[in-house]
């Protein structure tokens, strides 16, 4: 009779240490959520308002950047950077809430930034010349530019480099760095060029009638300006010619039409006026030879 009863308070005791089981875990759930949840839900607060005060800065950094007048593409970049460093910031300052160290966190970060800079240093001295490029704008889409070792028209300028095209339709890549280190030829920065030639002609030839025709033929063209007023002189006695200097000053764009044009309408013209272009030519006086006896 008494193995029953036995067999019941057994019951009665397992499920007493079962309801003081679950009674004891739920305390300490509530215990943590009483002394961890306030920090979680203050992790999650500075995250959310750390993202939103990273947008409203990143817009404010892009309006003054764009009412300076300044590169979209460096405009972006550095809102982009801006936002990012905010949002690095909060989740910081989100992991400080739960009691991470992190001091040894920012270490750890500094350390691996360090390292891939050292393996990517070639690409980031690119990047880096990149953002000087489009912060100084020594040179703009579509102008014809001499530098780093290449010469071409400016297609897009790019953070790691910059793209041109050759006045034959080449397309050229060179890296930025390359671009920043060398000295740079911008031929469209100026709204004028001054045309430099140097025409030959003759010793025999009349100088100042080769300059009256020459003059006439840059006052004839509506391309050539006034102001400056061109430049018509003996630059040098040569070995085979009189060297004149022809230096018209243009409008940028017309640079190439008017110098092939004027080029061939000094010789033609040279041509119709009895102006001699001499050949290079080399006298050369040859002893007489021994009479035979």
């Not at 982009?80 to 966190?105: D, H, M």
């Not at 990149?130 to 290449?150: C, H, K, Q, S």
């Not at 003996?234 to 092939?260: C, G, H, M, Q, T």
């Amino acid at each position: 009779i008494g193995a029953p009863a036995a067999g019941g308070d057994l019951q009665e005791e397992t499920e007493k240490m079962e309801t003081e089981n679950v009674g004891t875990m739920v305390q300490k759930v509530m215990e943590w959520i009483t002394t961890s949840g306030l920090n979680v839900i203050g992790a999650i607060l500075i995250l959310i308002v750390g993202r939103i005060i990273a947008g409203i800065v990143r817009g404010l950094v892009k309006k003054v950047m764009n009412r300076g007048n300044q590169d979209p593409g460096l405009t972006n970049f550095v809102g982009s950077i801006v936002y990012g460093l905010i949002i690095v910031f909060a989740f910081v300052a989100a992991l400080a809430k739960f009691g991470i160290e992190t001091a040894s966190f920012i270490a750890v970060l500094g350390a691996v930034a360090f390292a891939i800079g050292f393996a990517l240093q070639g690409s980031l001295s690119n990047f880096a010349a990149g953002v000087m490029l489009l912060a100084f704008r020594p040179f703009r889409v579509g102008d014809y530019v001499e530098a780093g070792g290449t010469a071409g028209s400016v297609i897009n300028i790019e953070i790691f480099n910059t793209i041109l095209h050759t006045p034959d339709n080449v397309r050229i890549i060179v890296p930025n760095s390359k671009i920043f280190a060398d000295v740079i030829k911008n031929y469209s920065a100026n709204d004028t060029r001054r045309l430099d030639l140097v025409i030959g002609i003759g010793y025999g030839s009349d100088i100042q009638k080769a300059i009256d025709v020459v003059n006439g033929l840059i006052q004839a063209d509506s391309r050539a300006l006034g102001d400056p007023a061109p430049t018509l002189a003996v630059s040098e006695l040569a070995d085979s010619s009189v060297n004149l200097i022809v230096r018209p000053w243009v409008k940028k764009e017309d640079y190439w039409s008017l110098r092939f044009d004027l080029t061939r309408a000094i010789k033609e013209s040279f041509d119709k006026n009895g102006i001699e272009i001499p050949f290079p030519q080399r006298v050369v006086h040859q002893p007489d030879a021994p009479s035979k006896n």
